[in-house]
């Protein structure tokens, strides 16, 4: 009975609410240049969280809460962003015909794309947000892609799976990683322009989302623009030359719409020597709008990937073989080969329908992704190291020789490596002729099958407040093996480890040939619900939001080989992982003017720990990591925005604090509790991340613009994290750290080191020249600083002043000497200079443009990032290799592209 009278009243007051004046702003948006409606464009109060989308004639009608002064926010997908000041009273504000420009600029997100690609080359740079910041239009977002990008810049310290990229607003995030395969998008771009793109912690339509910020790709074809478009690229980044042709329909009569697209990539070899590039896109969506509010919407996406890996290298490789030397490939046949190839083919297919009213919209779809995502290795078993960058070959293993130096016998290593600094592939073949295989190219491969649905759902309650509420669930089966590519015409490989001596599949066959699976195999079961509220509500002077999540998370082992070291833990399923979270966030805007206002957001989260940092070994056992727990994130930011007639701007300060994090690693060491192949797990591991962000934005001219940007940070380790290594107890009990298979080695002194999140400090000062003939060119000066290289953490636990030979410290390993030799030094600050341009053409309705890019006009050297090598796990061994100033085991580095292009050409009608 009691329900029932609230039911009713809240009824009854709904009907009061909404038979309450309304205000409106309607109007009708075209396109300046043809005068051809904009469709599905965005229109917003600046400052408020109020939106609408213009319909198939262009018209809109967006609700105002208040009389009042208000600047009126459009923005399309190809279009720039139109400001215009409006002034409200007690009645609606018809503004007629707003005419919107080309965005000239449009072929630059291309380019972002060719930098993106450069990311996913390896893991340790894979965590990069640039491709999830495509869509924004704020000045300091837009730097961060496009400018810091080439550096690895990342966007307040945040990995990117901080952010939520959403496909028709289904979550595309893995969850080994926790971050979005931008691969397997790759190449549609023509197709995936019409993004909406929520910075931070501000209010979504779509998601709760992360403390990054969210890109929801919409691919529904009535949202792009009608007609066809072709378009040729041609670079030195990470490909060559690129292909690709779109055609979309518009919507027709019957009310269906349809989009198709193709692409293709390839190179030889990009910027870094060896890093082939070979891929293709194809691309299908069909709209079918069955009236005003009722829309189907039925998408599939194919992007298959294939490229040539890269590795990190030592400075004394850098000075032997330059900043593009790759040692993974040699030339076999006149042809390059390279060992680490990388392949991803993931197809997705999404079924949507829409419903849309005055007051409420809803989004329901499913999805339906398989495929797979393989790495290539070059396996040596009882034979040399076949990597020419092996420590035993260069010139430092014979300086730094615990006999002493032998200068002869470095500078003949020397002459060796540059007479021969590739892979050598006849020796391979050669060395496997007897029968046996010593070297085996195999494959490590997962393949995904993953299921998603969402329910998400906008409800205006009253003229000022608002509802968003979403249901999401996703389920992923991910089988992961090992399986030989390649014999070298060898006749079989001995599945045997070659350390222990023990099988590697108790009940297969020993001997394996080539397209057959060996080493690890098992399959990873997850699976995630997730529920979000989220209430809205506009002043006049002000506006604020709340919304809460809550998630549950669930993930299994399941063994499918009985790995002879751990007989007991590897065959079949382990115990089932699951983690209940929840998160809140809040914000607050004030208008203190039209032309001035500030926000606050805050947000406290309770996360699940990501896949890949769940599991000791996955590959060999059930292991889990001991009492692990979820990860906790807070984080406050505060914004101060500007939006006077020629200048606009942003100023914002943050503070995020990650707490209860893990890590899961895994490297050879010699530490001073003994020498293994070990699994290092960090747990209790804190992070903070805090700093400033401005962005200006100055119109010096109706041609001219100039533009400021600038980053100030503070990423450092907020704790001394708890550190164990685990390792396999088969072989000689003498040859074993102990018997137990694992060791704890207590807390790592790591914290107020430094953070390898990439540049620490950003800064940048541009001009553009935008020509009424509809051409432009821009011109931007970098300067990046403050980049470290990521620590090893089992060198800064007390295990590192522990002589493995007497079990005793070292005498000289005082905290004095020990702090000098870890000290953590930056990387070299760099200037960029970086410079952009185009034209377009109109004629007869068809359309023509041409964008270029320079990136790094000076050619200048710098470094990415890096880490520091775990293998000198003791005081001594690390002293002693360090004596020469070149290492065996120095840190390794990734370094940034020299001077390259990208020029498209694009021809639409």
Known sequence: MRFSLIVIFFLMWQCTVWTQTSRFVLGEILSLRSKTPIVNAKISLEGLMVSSRSDDNGKFMLSVPDAGEYILFIEAAEYTVKRLPISIANESLDLGTLFVEQDLQIEQSDNLISLSDSELLDDEVSSNSSGLLRATRDLFLNRAAFDFGQAFFRVRGYDSQNGTVLLNGIAMNKFYDGRPQWNNWGGMNDVTRNQQFTNGLEASDYTFGGFLGNTNIDTRPSGLRPGTR????????????????????????????????????????????????????????????????????????????????????????????????????????????????????????????????????????????????????????????????????????????????????????????????????????????????????????????????????????????????????????????????????????????????????????????EGEIFNYKYRMAADQFESFVQFRYNKEKWSAFIAGRYMITNYQREGLFSNNRYPDNSLGKGGPVGFNTYGIKSGFTYRVTERHWLSAHGSYMKKPPVLQNVFINPRENNRIVPNIQSEINSTLDLNYYLRLPKLTGRLTGFYTRFQNTTDVNFFFVDAGVGSDFVQEVLTGLDKLHMGTELGLEYQ?????????????????????????????????????????????????????????????????????????????????????????????????????????????????????????????????????????GGKSWLKKGKYISVFASVNNLFDAVYRTGGYEQSRNGNYGQFKQDNLSGTPSFAPKYWYGYGRTYFLNLAYSF
């Open 230 to 513: 072709l378009s040729t690229s041609y670079s030195n980044r990470t490909y060559a030359g690129r292909l690709m042709a779109t055609y979309t329909s518009g919507v027709k009569k019957n009310g269906l719409a349809y989009s198709v697209s193709g692409s293709r990539r390839w190179a030889k070899q990009g910027y870094i020597d060896g890093t082939l590039y070979d891929a293709f896109s194809l691309f299908g969506a069909v709209e079918y709008q069955i009236n005003e509010q009722h829309s189907l919407n039925a998408t599939a996406l194919w992007a298959s990937n294939r490229r040539g890996r890269s590795s990190a290298i030592t400075e004394e490789v850098f000075e032997l073989a330059g900043k593009k030397y790759n040692p993974y490939w040699g030339e076999q046949d006149g042809k390059i080969r390279n060992s680490r190839e990388r392949k991803i083919t993931e197809p997705i297919f999404m079924f949507n329908h829409y419903f849309n009213s005055e007051k409420f919209s809803l989004n329901t779809g499913m999805a339906y992704q398989f495929g797979t995502n393989s790495r290539s290795r070059l396996g040596y078993y009882n034979a040399p190291n076949p990597d020419p960058t092996y420590y035993r070959y260069l010139p430092s293993f014979y300086i730094n020789s615990p006999v002493g130096a032998n200068f002869i016998s470095a500078n003949t290593a020397k002459e060796g490596f540059l007479n021969s600094p590739q892979m050598d592939w006849s020796q391979i073949y050669t060395a496997n002729s007897n029968g046996q295989a010593a070297y085996v190219l195999y494959d490590d491969v997962a393949d995904d099958t993953q299921i998603g649905a969402n329910m998400v759902g906008n409800l205006i309650l009253t003229d000022r407040f608002l509802m968003d509420f979403g249901l999401m669930y996703k389920n992923s089966s991910s089988k992961n093996y090992a399986i030989i590519n390649d014999l070298f015409d060898a006749d079989f490989h001995t599945d045997i480890d070659p350390f222990s001596e023990t099988l590697n599949d108790r009940n297969g066959s020993v001997e394996k040939i």
């Open 700 to 836: 010096l001219s109706s041609a001219v613009k100039l533009t400021a940007v600038a980053a100030v940070g503070k990423y450092v380790y907020a704790s001394n994290p708890n550190v164990a290594i685990n390792f396999d107890t088969a072989g000689r009990e003498e040859d074993l750290i102990n018997l137990e298979g694992t060791v704890d080695l207590g807390l790592a002194n790591i914290k107020d080191y430094k953070l390898a999140q990439g540049p620490q400090q950003a800064y940048a000062i541009g001009v553009e020249y935008r020509d009424p003939k509809y051409w432009w060119v821009g011109a931007t000066t970098n300067y990046l600083a403050n980049n470290y290289t990521n620590i090893s953490t089992i060198t800064r636990t007390q295990s590192f002043y522990v002589d493995p030979e007497t079990n005793q410290p070292f005498l000289d390993a005082t905290e004095e000497n020990v702090s000098q030799i870890l000290n953590q030094k930056p990387l070299d600050n760099f200037y960029l200079l970086n410079l952009v």
